[in-house]
């Protein structure tokens, strides 16, 4: 296991990721998508994963769904379902698996989704290719399914082209499709993008109504650290590709041992913090071909000295139990009530 991977109890959880490494090979150079990533996840429960863009985080959910089989990437590590090994198992196999034992919401459903067929035609094929069951009962599932995550007039809107839909509704259908075989893991890539807030919070208790329907385990992939706090037991922090914090989601956000994810938190509007400028995170992620020496986050990190520019912090356990973070400064996060007062601005430090 990598050295950056969080510890595991050895017992295993429902689903389990071993060190895995997802890595592309271009004209430039290898891009490190995925670099040593572990964790555990229990049936029932819900991982929250956060990070800005290029962190990993979707290419982590396609391993996971074993959709990077058949391309030029290059997989290693382990993904442990229900105590089936993902990565050295076939493509047939893997393909078997999803629908029925994991699933995937993606975060565009009007793309997810085949404008050439109705709604109700592709909930009823993703049912069948695991039921042997005549078009007629998959139907009948289908639109249950429909009323189930909240669709109005399932036995007309079964017929309706994804078009037809509003977003919300849309995602909804996205969300029928996904559980109708009662999978084991939901993975979802951003479930809510481009939502109103109304809808955004409706389609969330949607989601975990359905989940604790069907006792399913959630991976949630968001950048709105808000959705994780109100959804998520545990989260994961990850930055250029590698985990830089996990644990329990209230003492990560209340006491984060992390500088990524600090700045996170600082960066984000509050009730708190209103009249007031944003804390942002200065500098931009680094490419995932050309990473520096030592901790990545150290060119943007305000802590950063000699120390991190030459090497790389290990994931070890904080102050807390089941809390790890990559940072050889953890103990300065501890010892302040606000980590966020490192990304202070220009004009904060001089009032």
């Known amino acids: 296991m990598s050295e950056r991977s969080e510890p595991t109890s050895g017992q295993g959880g429902f689903l389990e990721l071993k060190d895995l490494r997802i890595h592309f090979p271009t004209d430039d150079g290898l891009v490190r998508s ?16 956060v990070g800005e863009s290029g962190s990993g985080k979707s290419v982590t959910s396609l391993g996971i769904l074993g959709l990077h089989k058949g391309t030029r990437a290059k997989i290693s590590g382990e993904i442990w379902l229900d105590g ?17 034992k994991m699933a995937m919401i993606f975060q565009d459903p009007l793309s997810a989704m085949h404008p050439y067929y109705t709604v109700g035609a592709q909930i009823i094929e993703a049912y069948r290719i695991h039921h042997r069951v005549s078009k007629a009962v998959a139907r009948k599932h289908a639109i249950d ?10 036995e007309r809107r079964v017929d309706s082209y994804p078009h ?18 009662n999978p084991d893991i939901i993975i979802a890539d951003e479930p809510t993008t481009a939502l109103d807030v109304t809808v955004q919070a409706q389609i969330l208790e949607k989601l975990l109504e359905v989940k604790d329907a069907v006792n399913a385990a959630i991976v949630l992939i968001t950048h709105d650290l808000g959705v994780i706090a109100g959804m998520a037991h545990r989260v994961l922090v990850m930055y250029a590709g590698r985990p830089v914090e996990i644990g329990d989601t209230d003492p990560v956000f209340e006491e984060p041992r992390m500088p990524y994810t600090a700045g996170l938190l600082g960066s984000i509007p509050s009730l708190e913090n209103s009249g007031t400028r944003l804390r942002p995170i200065k500098g931009t992620p680094p490419s995932l071909i050309n990473l520096p020496t030592g901790c990545p986050f150290s060119p943007r990190c305000p802590l950063a000295d000699d120390k991190c520019r030459t090497a790389e912090p290990e994931l070890t356990e904080t102050d807390s139990g089941g809390h790890f973070a990559a940072c050889h400064h953890w103990d300065r996060l501890a010892a302040v009530e606000d980590p966020t007062v490192f990304f202070r601005t220009e004009s904060e430090t001089m009032a």
């Open 164 to 181: 037809e839909f509003s977003g919300g509704m849309r995602q909804r259908a996205m969300i029928a499709m996904a559980v109708i075989n």
């Open 34 to 49: 995925v670099d040593g990533l572990s964790f555990t996840l229990e049936r029932g429960r819900t991982l929250g994963i």
């Open 84 to 100: 089936e090994e993902l990565v050295s198992a076939t493509p047939e196999h893997v393909r078997t698996l999803r629908g029925k």
């Open 145 to 154: 399914m429909l009323g189930r995550v909240g669709i109005p007039q399932p």
